[in-house]
């Protein structure tokens, strides 16, 4: 077998395994809704991106621009692009070219820059608004309940909509270290419900990694997010 042959066997099991893992949370939650695997290939090479592609694999997250932007340029639209890191808006022209989705929209400025770049693209951008899960709010994501443009989800979640480039699509969270994943999700889930009476068309919730996907499905996600369990750990 080649080297490629290899790798592909090898991320076919790593799919399977983390498909079932998906199916069995969904049964257990007695969900019959469908559940969208995100493939977080950060630091791995486009051709593993390739190879998932081919695997069926059609929503792709990648993290950081500079390794993102060659990726998508190779790969195209074979996947859907998710753009899942920190977003700066000097990167915004960038991301915008390439992502069809943006999960880390957190502010009235980021969301402002992205729509304009995304317009000059001749794009619309599909938007999750990353969700603050920790009391402190230090490691990114939007605050519910706060007012404030540079922070509030409900200032963000207002510029996004009146956005003529950018679809507000839902909400992302990463649940916060040191906090068992139950009690982030569940209070990320009555921030959707809250969410949901204000958007009711913004259904998508992306919550979960390779450590707690079955923790953020029972509690509603419709996307997971998913990199070493899939790819192997990252070194
Ligand atoms: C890296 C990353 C993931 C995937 O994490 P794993 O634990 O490798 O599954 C998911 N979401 C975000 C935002 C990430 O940066």
Redesign the pocket.
Known sequence: MSADDIRRAELAANLARVRARIDAARSTAGRTDEVTLVA?T?TYPASDVALLADLGVTEV?E?RDQEAAPKAAEIGDRVRWHF??QLQRNKVKSVSGYADVVQSVDSVRLATALDRAAAAHGRIVDVLLQVSLDADAHRGGAVPGDADPDRGLDPTAAAVADAGALRLAGLMA?APLGVPPEKAFSRLAEIAAAFHVDHPTATVLSAG???DLESAVSYGATHV?????LLGK?H
Do not use: F, P, W
């Open positions: 977080v950060k997250g993290n899942v890191g990463v990694m390779s450590d997010r998913i990199g070493s369990a990252r």
